[in-house]
C-alpha cells in the first residue's frame, strides 16, 4: 500500500487538527456515501461531515444547481443583500416546509456555522425576555465559541474557553438520573419554581432531540413535551438545537415534529446547505424579531451558492414524504442489525433513531480501536460521548441499502476483531 505524503501537514497546520489522525490518508474525490484517497483505496462514510452531508458527497442533482449558478455568474457573496438566490430559498422554506408543518417562523441568516446560530439564538432570547440564565443539559453540545460552550457540557471543551462560562445552568438530560424511568423534571420544575433554589429566572432552555456529539442519547417524546409544557407555563422560550439532527437526519425535516411540539426558536446549519457549503439559519416566532437593523451580523451570512443548493436539496427531497419514509426504514435496518452484533458481547449496547445510531461500550477504549478497525477495512465512523465511548453511526441520507449493509458489515467484523474475546 502507497505511504501518503503527510509532510507539509505535521509541518504546518496547528495541532488542534483532529480527524486526520483518526484518518491518516490524503482524501481525493468523493461521491455519494464513498470518499478516496490519492492512491484510489475507496472508503464507505458513515461520518457524512458530521451531519453536514446528509444527501451525500457531490450530490448530482445539487452540484448541477450549484455548476449551473456559477457559470451564470450568480452572486457568490452577498452579506444580507437581497438576491435571488435568497429569495428563492425562503420561497421554497416556506412552501415545503413551514407551511406543511403548520409553521410560522421568521429566518435569520447568522453566520456560516452551527455555532453562529446558536450564539444569535442565545443573544436573542435575553434580548426577548430581559433575562440572563440559559437552561442547558448534561452531555450538551452546541459549539466551540463562548456563549456555545456556555451551554455546553463537555469538561474538555469547555475548559478551552480560557475564562468564566457564565449565565448558564446545566439540569439532567432525559435518562441522565438513573436510566430511561427517572423524572428529572422533578429536581427541574423544583428549582425554578422555588424562591429559594438560587436559580434566576431564565431568558430559555437549549436542548438538542438527540445529542450526537454528548453520545447519541435520546430525549423521548414525552420528555420533550413535558419540557414544552414547563417552558410554556414558566414563559421561558425553548431552543432546539437542530443543527446535526435536523434536516432529516431522524426521519422527519426537524427532529422535535415527531412529539407534536414547536419551538420558540431552532437553529439549523450542517446540511441546511444541502452540498456541504457552509450556512446556518435562526428559526423564531414572528412576535420574537425584535432585532434593530445590523444588531447581529456577519459577513459570510450571505453565501448565496449555499442557498442554491440548499433550495436544491429542498426542492428535490422534501417535496414529499419519499426521503423521511426511507430514512425511518434504514434506521430499523440499522436497529435490527445492531441489536444482533451487541448481543454477543459483554457490555456493548445500541441505540439511536432514524440514521443516527451508537455502539455504547463499558469499556471507553474499545470504541476507539473499532474505529480504527473499521478504517483499516474501508469504514470511516467517529466516536461520541464523554469519554469517546460511544462509535457513532452517521451515514448520508442517501446511502442505499447495498452500501448500509456492506458498512455495518464491515463494522460486525470490527467489532468482533476488537471484543471477540470478550463475548457473552
Known amino acids: ?103 410560522d417562523y421568521k429566518v435569520q441568516f447568522p453566520g456560516p456555522t452551527g455555532a453562529n446560530a446558536v450564539e444569535a439564538a442565545l443573544k436573542l432570547a435575553r434580548k426577548a425576555t430581559g433575562r440572563t440564565e440559559i437552561l442547558n443539559f448534561t452531555n450538551a453540545f ?23 462560562l457564565q449565565h448558564a445552568t446545566s439540569m439532567p ?43 447519541v442519547n435520546l430525549a423521548s417524546m414525552q420528555w420533550l413535551r413535558k419540557l414544552a409544557g414547563l417552558c410554556s407555563a414558566r414563559e421561558i422560550l425553548l431552543i432546539v438545537d437542530d443543527v446535526q439532527m435536523g434536516c432529516g437526519r431522524t426521519g422527519p425535516f426537524f427532529s422535535f415534529e415527531a412529539a407534536g411540539i414547536t419551538p420558540d426558536i431552532v437553529t439549523l446549519s450542517k446540511s441546511i446547505g444541502g452540498y456541504g457549503l457552509p450556512m446556518a439559519l435562526v428559526l423564531f416566532k414572528p412576535e420574537l424579531d425584535l432585532w434593530k437593523p445590523g444588531e447581529h451580523n456577519g459577513t459570510f451570512r450571505g453565501n ?15 417535496a414529499d414524504a419519499a426521503l423521511e419514509t426511507a430514512t425511518r426504514t434504514k434506521g430499523d435496518r440499522i436497529e435490527r442489525a445492531l441489536t444482533g452484533m451487541v448481543a454477543a458481547f459483554d457490555g456493548v449496547s445500541t441505540r439511536g433513531r432514524g440514521l443516527v445510531h451508537g455502539v455504547v461500550f463499558d ?49 460486525a467484523g470490527s467489532l468482533d476483531a476488537v471484543c471477540g474475546g470478550r463475548g457473552r
Open 1 to 103: 500500500m502507497t505511504i501518503p505524503d503527510m509532510t507539509v501537514f505535521a509541518e504546518l497546520e496547528s495541532n488542534v487538527r483532529g480527524y486526520c489522525r483518526s484518518w491518516p490518508t490524503v482524501f481525493d474525490t468523493a461521491s455519494g456515501a464513498w470518499l478516496r484517497d490519492e492512491s484510489g483505496r475507496e472508503y464507505l462514510d458513515f461520518f457524512a461531515g458530521a451531519g453536514a452531508l446528509n444527501y451525500g458527497h457531490n450530490n448530482p442533482v445539487l452540484k448541477q444547481a450549484l455548476l449551473d449558478y456559477i457559470a451564470g455568474d450568480g452572486l457568490t457573496h452577498g452579506l444580507d443583500m437581497s438576491t435571488v438566490a435568497k429569495r428563492e430559498l425562503l420561497e421554497s422554506l416556506r412552501e415545503r416546509i413551514f407551511q406543511p408543518r403548520g409553521l
Open 142 to 164: 452546541h459549539g466551540m465559541t463562548l456563549g456555545a460552550l456556555s451551554v455546553t457540557g463537555n469538561a474538555a471543551k469547555r475548559a478551552g474557553a480560557g475564562v468564566p
Open 304 to 318: 448565496n451558492p449555499a442557498f442554491v443548493t440548499a433550495r436544491a436539496a429542498l426542492e428535490h427531497y422534501w
Open 173 to 215: 438530560f432525559d435518562g441522565y438520573l438513573s436510566g430511561p424511568d427517572d423524572d428529572s423534571f422533578e429536581w427541574m420544575e423544583r428549582v425554578l419554581d422555588d424562591a429559594s433554589s438560587g436559580l434566576d429566572s431564565p431568558a430559555a432552555v437549549i436542548v438538542e432531540t438527540v445529542q450526537g456529539e454528548g453520545g
Open 363 to 411: 469499556d471507553a477504549s474499545q470504541a476507539e480501536k473499532v474505529c480504527a478497525t473499521a478504517f483499516q477495512r474501508g469504514l470511516l465512523l467517529e466516536t461520541a460521548g464523554p469519554d469517546d465511548e460511544v462509535v457513532k453511526l452517521l451515514p448520508p441520507l442517501t446511502i442505499t441499502d447495498g452500501e448500509l449493509d456492506h458498512g455495518l458489515e464491515l463494522l
